[in-house]
Antibody, heavy 122, light 107 residues
Framework: EVQLVESGGGLVQPGGSLRLSCAASGFTFSSYAMTWVRQAPGKGLEWVSVISYSGGSTFYADSVKGRFTISRDNSKNTLYLQMNSLRAEDTAVYYC???????????????WGQGTMVTVSS | EIVLTQSPGTLSLSPGERATLSCRASQTISNNYLAWYQQKPGQAPRLLIYGASSRATGIPDRFSGSGSGTDFTLTISRLEPEDFAVYYCQQYGSSYTFGQGIKLEIK
């Protein structure tokens, strides 16, 4: 079964840091680009970042550029999101997702994890 | 940035009826890279349609997508009780953006 499981969320003070992880199973992780999408409480979906299958290319939303870093460890089948200089407006459920076609950016997001909540508050 | 505007904001229909959901882009979406997702409360989004009109794996054929350029439509031919949810369109032709969502509720 194809599965993505996020972890690492929690409560952090403004200006703090947090690293999210997304453990993948059931597919050849190293062959697919991966992405992070967030959803603030009661709001819509916002794309955050995407990384190529090799990790050689990364892209970010303007709202997180310079503060967040996406990375992956293909030997561990794990995707990461390092979040620094966190703000109240970063409060959201963070989902990792897999892109649909092998070695392809851009593409739709065909498999999603269940999400992990990040709350930025003093 | 391509802005996606979905309409209506809320759609109230009964099971068995036909649903038509609209997504309009502020500029042409290259390669018709337009997807539709369904999200139920407390759950992650689920991919329904990609490439404007291709159904994702396991999606029932009552869901169909159409359109090109800047105007796209998701149609649910005969609503089932489990179809009442929020629907988002997304473009992936130029970076990634989502529409604001359409709530499909039971009338």
């Amino acid at each position: 079964e194809v599965q993505l499981v996020e972890s690492g969320g929690g409560l952090v003070q403004p200006g703090g840091s947090l690293r999210l992880s997304c453990a993948a199973s059931g597919f050849t992780f190293s062959s697919y680009a991966m992405t992070w999408v967030r959803q603030a409480p009661g709001k819509g979906l916002e794309w955050v970042s995407v990384i190529s299958y090799s990790g050689g290319s990364t892209f970010y939303a303007d709202s997180v550029k310079g503060r967040f870093t996406i990375s992956r460890d293909n030997s561990k089948n794990t995707l990461y999101l390092q979040m620094n200089s966190l703000r109240a407006e970063d409060t959201a459920v963070y989902y990792c997702a897999k892109l649909g076609r092998r070695q392809t950016i851009p593409d739709a997001f065909d498999i999603w994890g269940q999400g992990t909540m990040v709350t930025v508050s003093s | 940035e391509i802005v996606l505007t979905q309409s209506p904001g809320t759609l109230s229909l009964s099971p068995g009826e036909r649903a038509t959901l609209s997504c309009r882009a502020s500029q042409t979406i290259s390669n018709n890279y337009l997807a539709w997702y369904q999200q139920k409360p407390g759950q992650a989004p689920r991919l329904l349609i990609y490439g404007a009109s291709s159904r994702a794996t396991g999606i029932p054929d009552r869901f169909s997508g159409s359109g090109s350029g800047t105007d796209f439509t998701l149609t649910i031919s005969r609503l089932e009780p489990e179809d009442f949810a929020v629907y988002y369109c997304q473009q992936y032709g130029s970076s990634y953006t989502f529409g604001q969502g359409i709530k499909l509720e039971i009338k």
